[in-house]
């Protein structure tokens, strides 16, 4: 006879972080609700945290061991393994508190949202807490008295939601797809924004139910140490970020930003995220309207008479370069 399936998979991701893994793994199967199972993927270590996690004796809890292949492959081999309704990330070296699971179910289950995610109380190598200013990204934006995360927000604050607390249904995996082997630093914002352009809401919760640690030394994915890798992956997520989206959903989601009467044709299309991306407060991302308004001239000379009626002409856009964003191109959008 076959056991019953757990309510909530917690998948727990660790590589070279054995000194905290029991505890994770300890936080995860001491949640309470019930009905829970853990599963935890080695991507990789050599440092013996595969041995620790089969010392811990306790039938909810399975261990998956791969080459080291990166954090969104361990994810997905996490969750493709998962059995329950519903799955909660938790990262190798990160706390879940222990109405977690309650919580995030009442919420999800009951249709709050699709994809639930708390401000997490940052922690240091010790458990001591620290105040939400040593890593502002998860608690300084005010998205309104909903809670809800938009497609605009992600676009202009960058990645705000932590990954290592996101609780949601396995089906929401199942229609969004895995996460991309590619990347490794925001593989999390470019599923967020995939979730969004699906149409699934996403809300942040003030509760605090995980506890994100912040370790010394590099050894965070968001230290300072991996900011070229981030960078790289921050451009090809925002080159990409309108991929798939039409005029009726550009205008669903940037309506103030493409103020002009635009038809769903590829020249306007391209016309309206060039006008988005010229709002953008990074240089390195407003810029990309000048690579589209370059682009579609190559292909097709009357795209100039088309850009010029809605104001935006080479010297507009070189002004708006010249007179705001951020030159050296760092910004918000960062792992979480």
């Known amino acids: 006879m076959s056991k019953p399936s757990p309510i909530v998979s917690f998948i727990v991701t660790f590589y070279q972080q054995k000194a905290f893994i029991g505890q994770t793994i300890r936080s995860a199967l001491n949640q309470k609700l019930d009905s829970i199972e853990v599963i935890v993927v080695d991507d990789g270590s050599t440092d013996g945290g595969a041995e620790l996690v089969k010392e ?22 996490g969750i493709n393994a998962a059995r329950g309704e519903y799955i909660a990330l938790l990262g190798g070296d990160d706390i879940a508190l222990p109405q ?35 890593y502002p990204a998860f608690s300084q934006f005010d998205l309104g008295r909903s809670n809800r ?30 996460f991309s082997p590619g ?16 149409g699934f809401v996403l809300r942040v919760v003030r ?9 010394g030394a590099g050894l965070n994915l968001s230290a300072a140490s991996n900011m070229a890798r981030l960078l790289i992956e ?10 798939g989206m039409n005029l009726t959903s550009l205008k669903q989601h940037f309506a103030q930003h493409v103020p002009f009467h635009f038809t769903d044709t ?52 070189f002004s708006e370069m010249l007179r705001g964003g951020d030159p050296s191109g760092s910004g918000r959008s960062r792992p979480a």
């Open 183 to 198: 990347l490794i630093q925001l593989q999390d914002l470019e599923y967020w924004i995939r979730c969004l352009k699906q």
């Open 266 to 317: 590829p020249t306007d299309i391209a016309l309206a995220k060039a006008l988005i991306y010229l709002h953008h407060g990074r240089r390195t991302v407003s810029n990309i309207a000048f690579e589209i308004l370059i682009d579609g001239l190559q292909r097709d000379p009357l795209v100039q008479e088309r850009a010029a009626s809605v104001g935006l002409t080479m010297p507009v856009i």
């Open 100 to 134: 977690r699971a309650v919580r995030q179910y009442d919420l999800v289950s009951k249709g709050y949202a699709d994809i639930v995610f708390d401000i997490p109380q940052l922690i240091n190598e010790n458990d001591i807490p620290l105040d939400d200013s040593f």
């Open 207 to 215: 509760d605090r139910l995980t506890a994100y640690r912040r370790r």
């Open 234 to 243: 921050d451009g090809y997520i925002m080159r990409h970020f309108f991929d």
């Open 149 to 178: 995360v938009s497609l605009d927000h992600l676009f202009f604050l960058g990645n705000f939601l932590c990954a290592p607390s996101v609780f949601m249904r396995r089906s929401t995996f199942s229609q969004v797809g895995q």
């Open 56 to 77: 811990i004796r306790d039938p909810r809890l399975r261990l998956i061991v791969q080459d080291n292949c990166g954090p969104s492959l361990a994810a997905n081999a």
